[in-house]
C-alpha cells in the first residue's frame, strides 16, 4: 500500500451520520515539524468526505483550518453532508483528537462542496507558464529535513528555498517546481489537494530569513473532474506560488497546479502564521 | 441608521453558547435577483462573530459558503468558537431558516478565524496598480438593476460589463472599480467583508453572453487592522478581480481591495457557479 493510502486509512466509527464518523491515525511518513503536514491533513478530511454513503458529486472546493497541531496517535473525521441540493452538496467537518485529560478536542474544522458537473463552455485564463520539463532539471535533495518531503519527488523550477539565510530581500515571492508522489502514484482529489500545500513558506524566500511559519487556513478550488485526474496519472504536476501581503504575523498565498499537459486542475489559497 | 448596520442588526436568542444564537431578518436593500446580496449574508456571519462575548482578536480570514439561498424574511445566525488557542480563534458558523413547513435548514455554512496580531516586518508584494483617481472617473447608475447595487457607489476603470451582449471573447478578465458605501460608511471589518463580493460575474466579462451565475464559497483574508481600517474611514476602496479558470460550470476569481492611500486590506477569493 502506497504511504499516502496508509496516511489516509479511515474506519467509519458507529452508525450515526450526524455527523458520520470515521477514524483514523497520523502518518509518521508524513510528519512535519510539530505535527502532520498540513496536505495530508487536508486530505484526509477529504477522504472522508469522499467515503461518505450519501456523497454527491465530486470535490469542487474546500477550506481547512487547522486549529491546532495533530498530536501522533489515534484521530476521529467528524463529516456532515450539512445541505444537499439538486446538483451541489454542502459539507461541515472537524478533525477531534483527545488531549491529555481524554477529553475530545476540535484540531482542524473544515467546509467543503462537492457538486455533479456537466460540460460546458469552459476557457483557462492562467496558461501553465513555459518552463523546463521534470527531466531536464536536477533533483533537488530536502528529503531528510522532515519525513513529509521524502514522499514527494520536486524539480525546483525558480524561487527555490535561499541557499543561505543572509537576510537579502527577494524581488519576488514566486516558486515554480516540478512535483509528484515518490513512489509515483495515480493522481487523485485528495493526493491533488495535499499537492496544493506542498510550497515551503513565502517569507522565507521574499526574505532569506529563517522564520517558523504555519498555515492557517487552507482553500483549494478543484476544477478537473475525475476523468481528468485519471488521465494525469502518476504524471507530473506544475506547482507556483506566490504571496500578495506579509503583514503583521500573517501572509498569504495563491498557488496553481497543473498537469504537464498544461491543464489548469486546481487553484489554492491559504493565510500563514509567520513569526518575525 | 445606515441600511448597511440595519442589514446587520443581530438580537441575541436565549444564553446558549454552544452555539450561541442571534436572531436576524433580510434586508430588502441589499436584495439580489434570488436572495440577499452574497457579501451582506458574509457580513451578518461576520459580525455574528465579532458580537460573541468570548470573541478573541479580529478577523484574519472568513470562508462563507452559500448553500442555498436566503427567502426573505427572519433567520438564525449560530456561531461557535471551536477552538481558542493563545492568539488565535477558529470559529464554525451557519445561516439557518426555517422552511415552509416550518423545519429549520442550513442556508449558509461558515468558518473564521481571529486573531490578536501585533507589528511585525511586513511587506507587500501586491502594490496598487496606477489608475486615475475615483473623482476623475464618471459614476456608472447601474443602480436600478438590482437592489444592492444602490448600496455602493461605484466607477468603473477598467474592465466594465459589456455594454452589448454580443458573445465576443474578452482579452482577460480582469475588473478595476472604485467602490464606497452610498451614503458613505466608516469602513469596518463588515463592510470590507462585503466589498469583497461586489464584482460582476468574470464569465460575463471573458464573454460578453448573458449567464447566470452565482457564488458557490468565499474566502476573504483580511491584512488590515481596525486601526487601518480607521484610517481608511469613508473613503473609496480601489477593487481588483480576475478569474484563472472558467471549466464545466465553475470559474474561480481573486480579487484584492487597496484604500486610497495604496494599502492592500484585504484579498478574496471565490468559486462561482455559471450556467452556460
Not at 506560488?241 to 500573517?250: H, K, L, M, P, T
Not at 495563491?254 to 498537469?259: F, I
Request: charged share 15%; net charge negative; hydrophobic share 40%.
Amino acid at each position: 500500500m502506497h504511504a499516502f493510502d496508509a496516511a489516509l486509512r479511515l474506519e467509519p466509527v458507529g452508525t450515526d451520520r450526524l455527523p458520520a464518523r470515521f477514524a483514523g491515525h497520523t502518518s509518521a511518513d508524513y510528519w512535519n515539524m510539530v505535527g502532520p503536514f498540513g496536505g495530508s491533513t487536508a486530505a484526509v478530511v477529504l477522504a472522508a468526505i469522499l467515503r461518505h454513503p450519501d456523497l454527491l458529486g465530486a470535490p469542487l472546493s474546500i477550506t481547512v483550518n487547522y486549529a491546532a497541531a495533530l498530536t501522533q496517535g489515534p484521530f476521529e473525521v467528524q463529516v456532515l453532508p450539512a445541505r444537499t441540493n439538486r446538483s451541489t452538496q454542502h459539507w461541515t467537518a472537524a478533525i477531534v483528537q483527545n488531549n491529555e485529560d481524554g477529553q475530545p478536542q476540535v484540531v482542524t474544522t473544515a467546509t467543503a462542496v462537492t457538486a455533479v458537473r456537466r460540460e460546458t463552455w469552459s476557457l483557462s485564463d492562467r496558461p501553465m507558464p513555459q518552463v523546463p520539463a521534470p527531466a531536464e532539471l536536477p533533483a533537488r535533495g530536502f528529503e531528510r529535513a522532515m519525513a513529509w518531503l521524502g514522499q514527494y519527488e520536486m524539480r525546483p523550477v525558480s524561487g527555490s528555498i535561499p541557499e543561505t539565510w543572509d537576510d537579502r530581500l527577494g524581488t519576488d515571492s514566486t516558486t515554480r517546481l516540478w512535483i509528484r508522489d515518490q513512489p509515483p502514484r495515480p493522481l487523485d482529489f485528495c493526493s491533488l489537494l495535499a499537492c496544493s500545500d506542498v510550497f515551503f513558506p513565502r517569507v522565507w524566500l521574499r526574505r532569506a530569513t529563517y522564520t517558523p511559519a504555519g498555515t492557517v487556513s487552507i482553500t483549494t478550488y478543484f476544477h478537473a473532474s475525475a476523468q481528468e485526474l485519471q488521465a494525469t496519472g502518476p504524471g507530473w504536476l506544475l506547482g507556483q506560488a506566490s504571496a500578495q501581503e506579509f503583514r503583521n504575523g500573517f501572509f498569504d498565498q495563491s498557488a496553481q497546479l497543473w498537469n504537464e499537459a498544461g491543464v489548469l486542475l486546481a487553484t489554492s489559497h491559504q493565510i500563514v502564521y509567520y513569526k518575525a
